[in-house]
Structure formats: structure tokens, C-alpha cells
């Protein structure tokens, strides 16, 4: 099991735990193969240092390194092998946050580069909607709960439009569109923000949102047992090795769970849920009498 908590992480911008999760599966490759430090070493020409550190998270490992550590790994099967390559580019590629002046929390932006090679988004959000499926005036109200600095709010709700427009647009591999299933508690439809306006135009995206072929959602009713558990996210990754990360975020910092062991009950949990909240067929309809009620 892999968890991690850090309290009061420094805003370094960088993927660190997304970094060391990918650096725990090259290690167990390796030790898997039988090849050890220095035979690893030497055959990318470096000290066994540097094979050390990238698996320990510390430094990223170039395309044409991986190729030659999965090569060596005896690492054949061509889905995982893409599925590596293409997450470890991911952890390469130029950080978008950071070309818009955004320095955030390393857990955060572990967690963005996830939920970007995510095939597969299940959320279940107690207390608001979802952040991939919040208008523009509903991210704000939710994050000025929290914030009173204005170029800060600015600043979240801008990260937060530019992963919904990423996640909701965006294709994965083979051309199929990525799926989006959120369980959104009905009390966060009752809270209205003081601004009846702002729930209306949130149920309107939701409608939308509906209409498209990669986003369901359902509804859980207040009082359901199974909808006790904290907000979750478990983003399934491309190919069995990385498989799937469950992403609990407190305060100031956030668990990830990349391991059966440490995963499984979230994953029970949200079968759970999506067995008592209302079937996804119902959701149009309630959120027309939700929007219905806003009216009156």
C-alpha cells in the first residue's frame, strides 16, 4: 500500500508522489526480472544511483532510458508497455499549470496528472458537486466557502475550468471517449449558496452534461448508509500495472492508494453507493424537478 498525507506540502509545482508511484512499478520490474541496481546501471551507462532515485521518485527517466529498462525488464506485453510510456510522459511533458503562473501543492499536482491519464473518473462528492462538473459561478461560490484572497480564487477556479474542459473533451486511446461517473449527494443540489440563480444554472450543465456519452451520474439520497464514507476519486489508469489510484483530499493535503490492499474498500464503497442512490436513468428527470423547485 502506498499513502501518503503531507501536511502543509510546499507549492514546488511538481508531480512528486505521481512521480514515486510510477518509480514504485519500475522497481518491482526489476526485482520481478532479477536484475539488480548495478546491472540496471550499467546497461542505460550510469551509476546504480540514478537507477535508485528513479525509482524512488526523485528524477523523471527519459523515453529512450524506459524503453531500454523495459527492454531489459523483459517487460514484452505491448498494452503495458504503451500504458508506462505514456504515463511517464505525462509526468514529462511541460506542466500546464505552471505555463498559466500556477504553483500549487505537489499532492495537487500529482493528483492532475492522474486524473489526465485517467480512462475511467468515479467520484462521489458528499457535500458539493463534483469539481469537473461545477459551472464557472458554482466553482467560485464553492471555493469562496474557503478563500477571501481574489487573485487566488481566480487562480482555483481557472485550474478548476481547464481540468473540466481536459476531462470532459478529451479522448483516450482507440477513440473512445472517457467515461466520468459521479455520485453527487442530493443535499449538495439543496444549497443554493444564497443565490438561487447559481443552482439553476448548475443543474442546467448537469442536464447537459447528461447528454453527452461520457459522463453519468446519479443521485444519492440523504440518509443512505452507504453514502457515510468521505469524498473519494478512484481514476482508473491505462494497463495493469499502474491499474487504479483512489484520491482522498483533506484541507491541506491528500491520500493516494495505489495497492489492493489500501484501495479495495473504496472501490467496494462506491458500488455501494451507486447500488442505493438512484438509477442513472432517473437522473434527468430529478434534476428537472430540482430545477423545477429553483423556479418557484
Not at 177 to 183: E, G, N, S, V
Amino acid at each position: 500500500m502506498y499513502s501518503i498525507a503531507l501536511p502543509q506540502p510546499e507549492a514546488s509545482g511538481r508531480p512528486e508522489t505521481a512521480q514515486a508511484i510510477f518509480g514504485r512499478q519500475l522497481n518491482a520490474l526489476r526485482e520481478r526480472a532479477g536484475i539488480s541496481l548495478e546491472a540496471a546501471g550499467a546497461h542505460l551507462v550510469c551509476d546504480k544511483s540514478k537507477i535508485s532515485r528513479i525509482e524512488g521518485g526523485k528524477v523523471t527517466v527519459k523515453d529512450d532510458d524506459l524503453h531500454l529498462l523495459l527492454d531489459l525488464y523483459g517487460e514484452d506485453d505491448r498494452e503495458e508497455r504503451l500504458a508506462l510510456l505514456g504515463f511517464n510522459a505525462r509526468l514529462n511533458e511541460p506542466k500546464w499549470w505552471r505555463k498559466r503562473g500556477h504553483l500549487l501543492p505537489e499532492w495537487y499536482c500529482s493528483y492532475l496528472v492522474f486524473e489526465s491519464a485517467a480512462t475511467l473518473i468515479r467520484t462521489y462528492e458528499r457535500h458539493f458537486v463534483p469539481g469537473l462538473l461545477q459551472t464557472k459561478a458554482y466553482a467560485e461560490a464553492v471555493i469562496r466557502c474557503r478563500y477571501t484572497d481574489e487573485t487566488q480564487i481566480r487562480r482555483l477556479v481557472d485550474i478548476r475550468m481547464h481540468r473540466q474542459k481536459a476531462v470532459l473533451k478529451k479522448r483516450t486511446a482507440g477513440n473512445q471517449t472517457r467515461i466520468l461517473w459521479a455520485m453527487i449527494d442530493k443535499a449538495a443540489l439543496d444549497d443554493v449558496f444564497g443565490d438561487p440563480g447559481i443552482m439553476r444554472e448548475q443543474i442546467a450543465f448537469l442536464s447537459r452534461a447528461l447528454e453527452t456519452l461520457n459522463v453519468q451520474i446519479q443521485v444519492v439520497e440523504r440518509g443512505a448508509l452507504a453514502a457515510r464514507s468521505n469524498s473519494f476519486s478512484i481514476l482508473r489508469l491505462r494497463g495493469q500495472l499502474l491499474s487504479e489510484v483512489v484520491y482522498l483530499e483533506q484541507i491541506d493535503s491528500a491520500q493516494f492508494f495505489d495497492h489492493p490492499a489500501g484501495s479495495e474498500s473504496y472501490r467496494q464503497a462506491f458500488c455501494e453507493i451507486a447500488n442505493v442512490a438512484r438509477e442513472p436513468s432517473g437522473t434527468q428527470a430529478f434534476l428537472a424537478e430540482a430545477a423545477d423547485k429553483l423556479r418557484d
